[in-house]
């Protein structure tokens, strides 16, 4: 019997929920309708009182979640949709992200964000969030991109004592299945070598991880090796895994799906440029969405972010360079 990336959210949550008599959801709809995309589906029938319904307002929803830490709770809070975390921004850049520095008082607090593009979602409810969060120092940002680290990674963020910004990819939801779910996993800020490689090196996470999959897979068929790193954790960034990597390969793509300027790419092409320039065999490159809103028209849509076949017009160019 399989699951889905969805339901190892859901089974997270439980257990999450079953382990720790601290730990509550709130957000809106989480109750009885189980959620916009149904991650919290039967939660409340079997943790009356700790599955909660919130009011329209993201910064209440973010106030209430601060207030609950400092009182030792253990908040997991589910925004609809990733873009309308910034309503919220204020209580999570300046208060849960500093509350530890500023008062010595943890903030444990898992803020679910439902990001990324599908086929007409347009602007408002496809972006991805996680470079925005990343720049804030006291916020750890996850971008699991596999149904084993939906779950493993959820867990390892409810225990931490640190508030944590859980990028979640809608478009993996139902269409990423895996046998079982994990008893073991990498640890929380680790990158995983989700394939082997010799000649490049294709950085990503999230969604992007199975289009740079899809491409190492086409090349291969041509006689390339393309080695893939999975972030998994853009914050912390496990340059050591990458640096490596591009030590082996010589060449490097970074691809992801949100917007290209200040992003996550750009972040892990500075650090290899900066630290490990010699081990670079030609210019390292970045693949990205198109630096406009997310397009509604499927067609659209499908030439804004990166996909398969870009990617591999990306990576060709670099591997004959």
């Known amino acids: 019997?399989?699951?889905?990336?969805?339901?190892?959210?859901?089974?997270?949550?439980?257990?999450?929920?079953?382990?720790?008599?601290?730990?509550?959801?709130?957000?809106?709809?989480?109750?009885?309708?189980?959620?916009?995309?149904?991650?919290?589906?039967?939660?409340?029938?079997?943790?009356?009182?700790?599955?909660?319904?919130?009011?329209?307002?993201?910064?209440?929803?973010?106030?209430?979640?601060?207030?609950?830490?400092?009182?030792?709770?253990?908040?997991?809070?589910?925004?609809?949709?990733?873009?309308?975390?910034?309503?919220?921004?204020?209580?999570?850049?300046?208060?849960?992200?500093?509350?530890?520095?500023?008062?010595?008082?943890?903030?444990?607090?898992?803020?679910?964000?439902?990001?990324?593009?599908?086929?007409?979602?347009?602007?408002?409810?496809?972006?991805?969030?996680?470079?925005?969060?990343?720049?804030?120092?006291?916020?750890?940002?996850?971008?699991?991109?596999?149904?084993?680290?939906?779950?493993?990674?959820?867990?390892?963020?409810?225990?931490?004592?640190?508030?944590?910004?859980f990028c979640e990819h809608k478009l993996l939801y139902y269409h990423l299945k895996a046998e079982a779910l994990p008893n073991e996993a990498l640890p929380l800020g680790k990158a995983r070598l989700a394939r082997e490689g010799r000649d490049l090196t294709i950085v990503t996470y999230s969604a992007m991880v199975h289009e740079a999959l899809a491409v190492a897979q086409e090349l291969c068929l041509e006689g390339w090796e393309i080695e893939v790193v999975d972030l998994r954790s853009v914050k912390p960034l496990d340059t050591d895994t990458v640096m490596a990597s591009v030590a082996r390969t010589g060449r490097l793509l970074c691809v992801g799906e949100s917007w290209p300027w200040g992003g996550v790419t750009a972040e892990v092409i500075a650090r290899v440029v900066s630290e490990g320039f010699d081990l670079l065999d030609a210019p390292p490159q970045r693949l990205n969405a198109k630096d406009t809103p997310v397009p509604f028209h499927p067609n659209l849509w499908a030439a804004h972010r990166p996909t398969a076949r870009s990617i591999a017009a990306a990576a060709r160019t670099l591997l004959r360079s």
């Open 1 to 165: 019997m399989s699951v889905t990336y969805l339901e190892a959210i859901r089974a997270a949550q439980a257990r999450a929920l079953a382990e720790d008599p601290r730990v509550f959801i709130y957000g809106q709809d989480v109750g009885a309708f189980g959620g916009a995309f149904k991650a919290t589906k039967n939660l409340i029938a079997e943790f009356p009182g700790r599955v909660l319904d919130a009011p329209i307002s993201e910064d209440a929803m973010m106030g209430l979640a601060v207030g609950a830490a400092i009182e030792g709770l253990r908040p997991i809070i589910e925004m609809q949709f990733a873009d309308f975390s910034t309503a919220g921004f204020n209580q999570i850049v300046n208060q849960a992200a500093t509350l530890f520095w500023r008062t010595q008082v943890p903030c444990p607090i898992v803020i679910r964000l439902p990001g990324g593009g599908t086929s007409g979602s347009g602007p408002f409810h496809s972006q991805n969030m996680e470079a925005v969060y990343a720049h804030y120092p006291g916020l750890v940002v996850l971008t699991p991109a596999t149904v084993e680290d939906a779950y493993s990674l959820l867990l390892a963020a409810v225990a931490l004592e640190d508030p944590v910004i």
